[in-house]
């Protein structure tokens, strides 16, 4: 899944040229205000991002193509001081496939940098495209980390607020590097964290959110 945030077109272009389809029609997505520093973030860096190489992909054997190595990257030639300007991204939720199994490089979280594509199952999609979430709703994320669906949710849609639910100090802490990563400091107003007890919100929130997702076990934990 790449990331709209972030400078993507030429991933796009090494993707096709590599055998990659996309696994969903396109759609709009609104712009975003620029305003803000992050709210899951504490990092004293400005936001950039890694770049992607084809040459970091291989083919793999069924018995270890779940492994995903750590490579490194190298930086965009792009002003580290400023945000991206998100006026100009009006992108759709872009997923690719590949109809064989490869052995894909992952992106190390940085703090202060916004990596380009989160790898996930095409199955822990399926919750955030049965939500339908549209623009300016309010969104619960009930079972949040380690994350992939919250990023889902703003790749395809603007919500008025999306709150990530997750009691769990260490899954939390896991989903607020995930947030930071991939979303930058102008959602500060609209991405909130949470560790309640999913339980209490029918009672301290009651008809505030607009649409509740529930993913429990999550879709790509196994």
């Known amino acids: ?62 018995e270890d193509f779940n492994l995903q190595p750590e490579v490194p990257f190298h930086a965009l030639n792009q002003d580290p001081r400023s945000e991206p300007d998100l006026s100009l991204h009006h992108s759709s ?37 049965a939500l339908q979430v549209r623009d300016e709703e309010r969104v619960l994320d009930l079972c949040s980390a380690p994350g992939g669906k919250a990023v889902a949710i703003m790749q ?11 009691p769990d100090p260490h899954r939390r802490d896991w989903l607020s590097k995930t947030l930071e990563s991939f979303l930058p400091r102008s959602l500060n107003n609209r991405v909130i964290v949470s560790a309640q007890d999913g339980r209490s919100f029918g009672d301290s929130e009651t008809g505030f959110y607009d649409k509740v997702l529930v993913d429990a076990p999550c879709s790509n934990d196994r």
Not at 156 to 161: D, E, G, I, K, Q
């Open 156 to 166: 395809s849609a603007t919500p008025a607020l999306l709150c990530c639910n997750e």
């Open 1 to 62: 899944m790449l990331n709209r945030f972030s400078t993507v077109t030429d991933i796009t272009d090494s993707l096709l040229s590599l055998g990659f389809s996309s696994l969903l029609p396109q759609t709009t997505v609104s712009s975003l205000p620029h305003n803000g520093a992050s709210t899951v973030s504490n990092s004293k860096y400005p936001e950039g991002q890694d770049t992607f190489s084809p040459h970091h992909i291989s083919e793999c054997s069924p």
């Open 93 to 129: 939720l872009q997923c690719y496939i590949h109809p064989r199994r490869l052995r894909f490089p992952s992106q190390a979280h940085r703090d202060g940098l916004l990596k380009q594509y989160y790898l996930l199952n095409a199955a822990s999609l399926l919750p955030v495209l």
